[in-house]
């Protein structure tokens, strides 16, 4: 008989969190895991092949084996790129005046009155 560990996995929506400990053998891969806990039954959206998963904030592939105490997290998919949502916000401080249009940072007093 093998070995058995504990693991966790988790797959957190704005509105509830899927967190399932589970009892499986030694050498049993991410994607196992996932499979055994009855995410992808409860939440057909999942699709492996194109979300990311990972092991406590570090992205690992599907073929991963696990460690005892280990929790795999099944990444959503971003709604926005974060970078875009930078642009996008410095440039509306910059033109309410709430940041300098040349350094981006927060308004010189003494720049704007030699001006």
């Given at each position: 008989m093998?070995?058995?560990?504990?693991?966790?996995?988790v797959y957190a929506l704005p509105?509830?969190?899927?967190?399932?400990?589970?009892t499986l053998p030694t050498g049993t891969t991410a994607e196992e895991a996932i499979r055994a806990s009855?995410?992808?039954?409860?939440y057909p959206e999942i699709d492996l092949g194109a979300q990311k998963i990972g092991i406590f904030s570090?992205?690992?592939k599907l073929g991963q084996v696990l460690?005892?105490?280990?929790r795999v997290e099944i990444y959503r998919p971003l709604l926005a790129d974060p970078r875009e949502?930078?642009?996008?916000?410095a440039e509306k401080a910059k033109a309410e005046g709430r940041a300098d249009k040349v350094t981006g940072g927060k308004p010189n007093?003494?720049?704007n009155k030699a001006e």
């Open positions: 093998a070995e058995a560990m504990t693991v966790e996995v509105e509830e969190v899927f967190l399932r400990k589970l009855g995410v992808l039954e409860r570090r992205t690992v460690s005892d105490g280990e949502v930078r642009k996008r916000r007093p003494l720049r």
